[in-house]
């Protein structure tokens, strides 16, 4: 079983809550889920889109083929009736759209009229709509009466009946009128499988903070950062953490820089626009050797560009950005469990090692959500590299940046002891105080760069491989690509010999030792590049890191993201 479900509407028609309602339910009954949206920078009008595949196995992308569009205008029928399968259907509500549509296709439900027949309310209509799909698809109604229930507890006893009337009556009508449907999602309402785990990207760079001792979190909102925000704002009080909402980014990484320097990790958040006020302040972190973790979800520019779309475009400013030289680290998770686990690396590492630590991430990889059997936080290191306490009291003298063999030292944290914690944005010696002098500079550089940059270079892992160990054709892939380039070898490995490998960890760039990628790049017949930029900017960093150039590239840079479809059909032209 292989299905995928498009909700189409304006912004503010509810395409999120059923789209959203659809997802954790399918989750709940334990199917594999992946969803992606599409959506326009405007509160309301537009046309907007929620997909949502679901299916009896692991599923990490979306398809072009269409099995059921839920379509709550008249565009979204012009729009997409051409993606549906042979035996899809489009659901739509004639009275509603004042259009009426001919074909075995077409299932005309009226979502208004029932919502306010059987719930009391015509906003009730998407939850019809929802209820409408479960009978196309043959599933029963108890994991969406849970979820209604969970959802309008608050709201009232009345509420929660009346949605769940609604429900039934879309279900009803649909199992009544739908003789040409022929899904079977089970008819029990659960697969034989657990309820799994459904989770965004922003989440789980959220949750990867939070579980990583996240104390302050300072961004001023920009689309599609904004979810890390509202997701660590939901666990303020749970967790003791601070959320600021900036009057800018300048503001935002300040504050952040100011947190962590008075002894808390904190973390900031933006997207490319943004990220270009955060600049100097990104120096200043490398200045004055201050842990700070930045999440960069980037969108397609310049300037505003695409404020809502998808694109890996930032690759380059988070690698050069910001002046002077000095160590950063800089991370691109492609699943949300990477995303965690990263997100953990980058406190940990930023905190180790006194530097700024990037999380690059983008519109696709922010709002998709994936299934999982559930997510191991067994593996989350938390160390506190700080002095506190005694440990720094009992020091017979403090210097924030002596001289060490490592280029680390200690990190007093300010008024824990009778140690003054010196800094300044200035060049300046081991107590902190400015130099002008030429041989204190030389030290410094060296100590900041030089001797840091193996020590981190060491704790970058390799790419992951994915696939035949010995491949003829290897797909290359980094961020937010991952899930697509996986089932694309699954779909190509029965006839080819074909390997993915996918970056997460970009910069520093891993070396060879721990895994020979290149050998594999080398000896591959064909190796292709695979990114969401015009100009191939992870295949140029790859070029300038190891000397190897790809031959081929497939770049998309319309704001959207591959689907597994069109990848595969990019694919077969060189492939054959």
Not at 11 to 28: D, Y
Not at 421 to 431: G, L, P
Not at 534 to 555: C, D, H, M, P
Request: charged fraction near 20%; include cysteine.
């Amino acid at each position: 079983m292989d299905y995928s479900i498009k909700i189409s509407g304006e912004a503010g028609q509810g395409i999120q809550t059923v789209g959203g309602t659809l997802a954790r339910l399918f989750a709940r009954a334990g199917y594999h889920v992946f969803t992606h949206q599409d959506y326009e920078s405007r509160v309301r009008g537009g046309n907007n889109f929620y997909q949502i595949r679901l299916s009896d196995r692991p599923v990490t992308a979306s398809r072009d083929r269409i099995d059921i569009l839920v379509s709550l205008n008249k565009e979204g029928i012009s729009r997409y009736e051409d993606e549906l399968s042979e035996n899809g259907i489009i659901v739509y509500d004639s009275l509603a759209l004042k259009q009426k549509h001919e074909g075995h296709n077409f299932l005309d439900v009226p979502f208004v009229k029932l919502a306010l027949e059987h719930g009391g309310n015509k906003i009730m209509a998407n939850t019809v709509a929802t209820g409408s799909v479960l009978g196309i698809l043959g599933m029963k109604l108890n994991i969406l009466h849970e979820i209604i229930t969970d959802t309008f507890r608050k709201k009232g006893e009345d509420t929660v009946k009346g949605n769940i009337h609604a429900a039934a009556a879309g279900h009803d009508f649909a199992v009544r009128n739908c003789e040409q449907c022929s899904f079977d999602a089970g008819e029990g309402g659960r697969s034989p499988m657990p309820a799994k785990m459904l989770i965004a990207g922003n989440e789980a760079i959220g949750l990867g903070a939070v579980a990583s001792g996240l104390k302050f979190y300072s961004a001023y909102p920009m689309t599609p950062s904004t979810g890390i925000m509202n997701y660590i704002a939901g666990k303020e009080k749970e967790h003791g953490i601070i959320v600021e909402q900036a009057e800018d980014e300048i503001s935002a990484i300040n504050m952040a820089l100011g947190a962590s320097f008075s002894g808390v990790r904190a973390m900031t958040g933006t997207s490319g626009g943004g990220f270009a006020l955060m600049s100097e302040g990104l120096s200043l972190a490398g200045m004055t050797e201050t842990p700070v973790v930045i999440a960069l979800a980037q969108r397609p520019g310049p300037a505003t560009g695409f404020p809502t779309r998808t694109e890996q475009s930032d690759l380059q400013f988070a690698l050069y950005t910001a002046h002077g030289e000095f160590p950063r680290i800089i991370f691109a998770p492609g699943t949300p469990k990477q995303a965690l686990y990263l997100t953990n690396k980058a406190f940990d590492l930023a905190e180790k090692y006194q530097i700024p630590v990037i999380i690059i991430t983008d519109q696709y990889l922010a709002d998709s959500q994936w299934t999982y059997e559930g997510l191991d936080l067994s593996g989350i290191k938390y160390t506190d590299y700080r002095l506190r306490g005694s440990e720094f009291e009992n020091l017979s003298e403090y210097k924030r940046y002596a001289f060490t063999d490592t280029g680390i030292t200690p990190l007093g944290v300010p008024g824990d002891s009778r140690h003054l914690v010196v800094t300044d944005s200035d060049e300046h010696d081991e107590e902190g105080h400015i130099v002008e002098d030429a041989e204190t500079r030389i030290k410094m550089i060296d100590k900041r760069l030089f001797k840091k940059s193996p020590l981190i270079r060491e704790e970058i892992a390799p790419p992951v491989i994915y696939g035949n160990n010995q491949p003829d054709i290897v797909l290359v892939g980094w961020g937010s690509t991952y899930g697509i380039i996986r089932e694309a070898v699954d779909m190509l490995s029965q006839a080819n010999s074909i390997a993915m490998l996918h970056f997460s960890e970009i910069y520093p760039f891993p070396g060879i030792d721990k895994f020979d990628y290149l050998s594999i790049l080398r000896n591959a017949a064909i190796s292709i590049c695979i990114e969401n930029n015009a100009t191939g900017q992870f295949a140029r960093l790859v070029r300038s890191e190891t000397g190897y150039e790809f031959k081929v590239k497939i770049n998309k840079y319309d704001g959207r993201p591959f689907t597994l479809d069109s990848l595969l059909g990019e694919l077969n032209a060189f492939i054959g």
